[in-house]
């Protein structure tokens, strides 16, 4: 069965084979999506008199009776039917006849689609700001419990001066505040209702768009129903790009974690139990873990560019181009919260090494502390330095090894009990709690 398909014509099942592509495999992600989308529809059309009381209870409750199908795992596309929206309405037809016919009226295959992604990334995206909750308390618990746990800082990879644990993992910490802040962004764009745009040009039934909006606990509807179609594809990309932030930041933390872990490094130990080894060599134990972290979010970091190439150069208007964007997408989300639930485990885990700039090869690490000591005394910042360079190069050099960094974020002010209240006001408004309770209203 096809939404599409007229009487008398056929269409080549090579064709049709090429055309669907993954559709009926990617569509299982939007059944419940579909069927909520399908309530809201039919509620607002027997607002507006297109469907009687009686066809309204009788839809719900079949409509309802197909979700529980899927939240059972017991829905299936059958064979020969092209994709979600068309099992769904061959469900309500066979049980209800014609009344099973009447749920799209006033509605295209494309607004159904469309308004089934927006509900889907909406959802999925606040999967993965829990995931990232999750790794963010795990990062600002071994902030503090190892924030008198100093480490070398480094720039250009050589040595500059001292830092901590407790600043390396709530530096982590806070930068998913900010990709956060990127999903939350992404969100906003899925978080508006297309449905009522049909094929991109309206309909001449007096549809009421608002309502629809306020069932689906949307936070407001794309008001231009040309726009609403050409949302599409903006709304993948900005959830992408979310993700390829938050990927980067997991990616660079898996970085830290290798070059740490090496010998030549040694600020970290990875347990056994997350390591592997060498068929060859038997003292190995490698950090697969955080190398396929590290290269697994990398690759998620090109996603944004592959949606910009699927959407090059296209015109106003729905394409089917589009249709491969869930191909893109679907499978991110399952990636990305992979990524993330690893990424916690194995911090959880990791143990840090103790004292370790008691070894005087970290002794320039304190060159600043020395400057900063004359500073102090009276001598300027200029003459100081130059003073210091010079007691390094004549040998009479010695490290002041007792660190004064009080200021906010630095070794001796973590700033942490701010960094957590901040990523509580940043999830708090999202405001999914809201949506759950309508979305749940809705079913029920």
Not at 50 to 78: C, M, P, S
Not at 115 to 144: C, G, H, N
Not at 246 to 264: G, I
């Amino acid at each position: 069965m096809k939404l599409w398909q007229k009487e008398n014509t056929v269409t080549s099942e090579k064709i049709e084979r090429f055309t669907v592509g993954r559709d009926r495999e990617m569509d299982l992600h939007l059944a419940e999506f579909d069927v909520l989308g399908n309530i809201a529809h039919a509620t607002m059309l027997e607002t507006i008199g297109l469907l009687t009381a009686d066809d309204l209870a009788a839809l719900k409750t079949e409509l309802k009776a197909i979700y529980g199908q899927i939240r059972k795992g017991e829905f299936v596309i059958e064979e020969g039917i092209e994709d979600v929206h068309s099992q769904v309405e061959l469900l309500l037809t066979r049980r209800l006849g014609d009344t099973g016919k009447k749920i799209h009226s006033g509605r295209s295959r494309n607004d159904q689609v469309l308004v089934d992604m927006k509900l889907y990334t909406r959802a999925r995206l606040f999967e993965v700001v829990q995931a990232t909750e999750k790794l963010f308390d795990v990062l600002t618990r071994k902030s503090e419990e190892h924030k008198n746990d100093l480490l070398p800082g480094y720039t250009h990879l050589q040595i500059a001066m001292p830092s901590s644990f407790g600043l390396w993992f709530g530096a982590y910490a806070e930068g998913l505040i900010d990709d956060i802040i990127q999903l939350n962004a992404a969100y906003r764009l899925a978080n508006r209702n297309p449905l009522g745009s049909g094929a991109g040009y309206g309909s001449s039934f007096p549809l009421n768009r608002q309502l629809t909006t306020e069932l689906l606990g949307f936070e407001g509807m794309h008001h231009n129903v040309v726009y609403a179609q050409m949302s599409r594809g903006r709304t993948e990309q900005a959830a992408l790009s979310a993700i390829a932030s938050l990927a980067a930041t997991v990616s660079r933390l898996a970085m830290d974690v290798c070059l740490y872990n090496s010998q030549n490094f040694g600020f970290i130990v990875l347990p056994d139990d997350l390591t592997t080894g060498s068929s060859i060599m038997p003292h190995k134990k490698n950090p697969d873990v955080a190398e396929l972290l590290r290269a697994k979010t990398n690759r998620m970091k090109a996603l944004p560019m592959e949606v910009t190439m699927v959407l090059s150069n296209l015109p106003s208007g729905y394409h089917r181009d589009m249709q491969l964007l869930k191909e893109i997408l679907m499978p991110a989300f399952d990636e990305i919260l992979d990524c993330l639930d690893i990424a916690a485990f194995m911090l959880e885990h990791l143990k840090v090494k103790q004292n370790l700039l008691d070894d005087p090869k970290y002794d320039l690490l304190f060159s600043v502390e020395r400057v900063n000591e004359l500073v102090i005394a009276g001598v300027p910042f200029r003459d100081a330095y130059k003073q210091v360079g010079a007691e390094i190069g004549d040998g009479t050099y010695t490290a002041p090894r007792e660190l004064k960094h009080n200021h906010e974020g630095s070794i001796g002010n973590l700033q942490t009990e701010a960094i957590r209240a901040r990523m509580e006001r940043e999830i708090g408004a999202f405001g999914y709690d809201k949506v759950l309770a309508t979305l749940d209203n809705l079913i029920r």
